[in-house]
């Protein structure tokens, strides 16, 4: 049982290429979500999606877009980087939508020159 | 709007001392309530969480946390810290309301134990 999984765990990119950030769970969760962590500002919510073929925004969906066609993989797209998406992304899975404990994966360290 | 609010960005204490880390929150809906740690390089784990019932709360590694609705405030509590809890701690609030889905993250407090 891996729980969350998330690559890569470091990456650079120059501002306007796009790349993927892949997460996948093996709990059988249905809610998934995907937070950015900057200094002083704690997690914020990018996107989440109650199952699979449902997303919807959070509180700084800008710049991102999300899929889930399967219950256990939720890649995060970055359209084209900026440097202000220079940050640590984190995936994270919970069994419900609403009080339940999430999950969390190690992260992904991502700099846009 | 809710928000939490984690009163101290960073404490320092010396090992075997008693820790308090204060969250406020505030919400026009019923909550449920989280504490999250993150070590060094990590995700974040769950150290306790309060959905209902008795608002004394007691998590992993001996940390307890009590649920206080008037004052809407869930503070940390650990009676003797170690050198291993030097971690960054996060409250959290889940909620359903007209707007969807939410969980709110506090911006975090950093707690550093010396020897």
């Known amino acids: 049982n891996a729980g969350v999984t998330q690559t890569p765990k470091f990456q650079v990119l120059k501002t306007g290429q796009s790349m993927t950030l892949q997460c996948a769970q093996d709990m059988n969760h249905e809610y998934m979500s995907w937070y950015r962590q900057d200094p002083g500002m704690g997690l914020r919510l990018i996107h989440y999606?109650?199952?699979?073929?449902?997303?919807d925004q959070g509180e700084v969906p800008n710049g991102y877009n999300v899929s889930r066609s399967t219950t256990e993989d939720f890649p995060l797209r970055l359209l084209s980087a900026a440097p202000s998406q220079t940050s640590v992304y984190f995936c994270a899975s919970s069994d419900r939508v609403v009080g339940d404990t999430q999950y969390f994966g190690p992260g992904t360290r991502l700099t846009v020159l | 709007a809710q928000s939490v609010t984690q009163l101290d960005s960073q404490v320092p204490v010396f090992e075997e001392a008693p820790v308090e880390l204060r969250c406020n929150y505030s919400?026009?809906?019923?909550?449920?309530l989280f504490w999250y740690v993150q070590y060094p390089n990590q995700g974040l784990q769950l150290l306790l969480k309060y959905l209902s019932g008795s608002t004394l709360v007691k998590g992993i590694n001996g940390f307890e946390a009590e649920f206080n609705k008037s004052q809407t405030s869930f503070h940390l509590r650990k009676p003797s810290v170690h050198i291993s809890d030097t971690a960054e701690y996060f409250c959290?609030?889940?909620?359903?309301?007209?707007?969807?889905?939410?969980?709110?993250f506090g911006a975090g407090t950093r707690l550093f134990v010396k020897a």
């Open positions: 919400s026009s809906v019923s909550v449920y």
């Open positions: 959290a609030v889940s909620l359903q309301n007209t707007g969807g889905f939410k969980t709110i």
């Open positions: 999606s109650v199952g699979a073929g449902i997303t």
